[in-house]
């Protein structure tokens, strides 16, 4: 087999994290192509996170000030339980003062437009489903079949979801994801004229309400339940779903789901990697995103790590134009990401567990814990999130300013 030309690399998937991952390797010097089974790369999905972290990262490609100009005025979150009653607050203008740069939180269709829009016109090819066939090692390239045939390639960027098929045939014997125990929802509202609609969550038994506001006048809601997989609404209708289990909560809740356009709720089971990988690569194969550690998303961390994993994986190939060779670099990429993948994923099923709780004892014991943590100043309590958001790119790393004038 002939050897793949130089810093060649493919990407499968082009979500966020294989963007991301497109956008980082070219500046380092990859020519890259990215390949996505979808017809399209049209707007799907809902609202997202992105938090200091993760727009720390994005600054390295160009595109930290165009996710910021998203950003919505918040003022205060507060948790509560469903008879309005608040348990917790934290200021949003705290998580800025303390780390530099809001949460920010947007469509993903607008993160995606934003990443697209820094690759020239045919790095991303949409309606391609390719296969990894052969990882490769130090002697030969990975190889992929594509719709045009076999294809070697230097580089593999696996970013190629929760149920990565690349996954599975690099690691044979992983269990792969387990459901989590609850499904979610969600949707994008316009925000009703004359309604103040609560920021924050609203914590019940087994279940949960969350509302965001969005730039635009919009509101993104997501909830989530706890119950078996594969189990939708009856009649298919989930925003009735919705109101089914959650019209009973406090005002304005039920008015706000009930704005919702029924076509336009998505129902997701949520299910994650709860056995780390023993390697985020083998041979020339790098896996990213939920491919390497899908997560639940009680801590709005999951597109973030697909990012961070994104710029890590770039600064540790950088030494390959140098002659290094590849396997170690790929290496150095998993030891950096897969402590702190770990760390974050625990810290969500953490989270998770709370919220689980439905015996009336457990659920008094959790609330009681949660108002008297939200007595603390507020500069503990957003302290508390530092573990997750207060990263930064490897040292060395030098911030991108916008190409494109955003």
């Not at 979150?77 to 009653?85: D, E, I, Y």
């Not at 997701?268 to 998303?297: E, I, K, Q, S």
């Amino acid at each position: 087999m002939t050897r793949a030309p130089e810093r060649n690399a493919v990407v499968i998937g082009a979500g966020i994290g294989g963007l991301t991952a497109a956008l980082a390797l070219r500046q380092r010097g990859w020519r890259v192509a990215v390949h996505e089974r979808a017809a399209s790369l049209e707007p799907v999905g809902s609202g997202l996170s992105v938090a200091p972290n993760a727009l720390r990262a994005l600054d390295l490609l160009g595109v930290g000030d165009r996710i910021r100009a998203h950003a919505a005025a918040h003022g205060e979150a507060a948790l509560r339980r469903p008879s309005g009653r608040r348990l917790a607050r934290t200021s949003t203008e705290g998580i800025t003062r303390a780390y530099g740069d809001p949460i920010v939180v947007l469509h993903r269709a607008e993160l995606v437009a934003a990443l697209v829009e820094q690759l020239p016109e045919g790095v991303v090819r949409t309606g391609s489903a390719v296969r990894l066939v052969d990882p490769g090692d130090a002697h030969r390239p990975a190889l992929l079949e594509t719709p045009a045939g076999p294809v070697p390639a230097e580089l593999v960027v696996a970013a190629d979801g929760l149920r990565s098929a690349s996954r599975a045939l690099l690691f044979p014997d992983h269990p792969g994801p387990r459901y989590a125990g609850c499904t979610t929802w969600r949707t994008i509202v316009p925000r009703p004229a004359g309604v103040r609609p609560p920021l924050g969550e609203t914590w019940g038994r087994g279940a949960l309400v969350g509302t965001i506001p969005l730039a635009e006048d919009r509101l993104y809601l997501y909830a989530a339940a706890w119950t078996p997989p594969g189990a939708p609404a009856a009649d298919g209708d989930e925003r009735a779903e919705l109101l089914r289990r959650f019209g009973g909560w406090f005002d304005p809740l039920p008015a706000l789901l009930a704005a919702a356009d029924p076509a336009a709720v998505l129902r997701n089971d949520v299910w994650d990697l709860v056995d780390p990988l023993p390697a985020f690569h083998r041979g020339r194969v790098a896996l990213l995103g939920d491919a390497a550690h899908a997560m639940t998303p009680f801590q709005g961390q999951g597109a973030c790590q697909a990012i961070e994993d994104a710029v890590v994986l770039a600064h540790h190939l950088a030494a390959r134009a140098e002659g290094g060779e590849l396997e170690p670099l790929l290496a150095r990429y998993g030891d950096d990401r897969l402590p702190r993948t770990t760390q974050v994923a625990a810290r969500s099923r953490q989270v998770a567990r709370l919220i689980a709780l439905r015996a009336p004892l457990a659920v008094a014991a959790r609330d009681a814990l949660l108002a008297l943590a939200g007595r603390l100043p507020d500069a503990l309590v957003v302290r508390a999130a530092a573990p997750m958001i207060d990263w930064h790119p490897p040292a060395g790393d030098v911030a991108m300013r916008p190409a494109r004038g955003f």
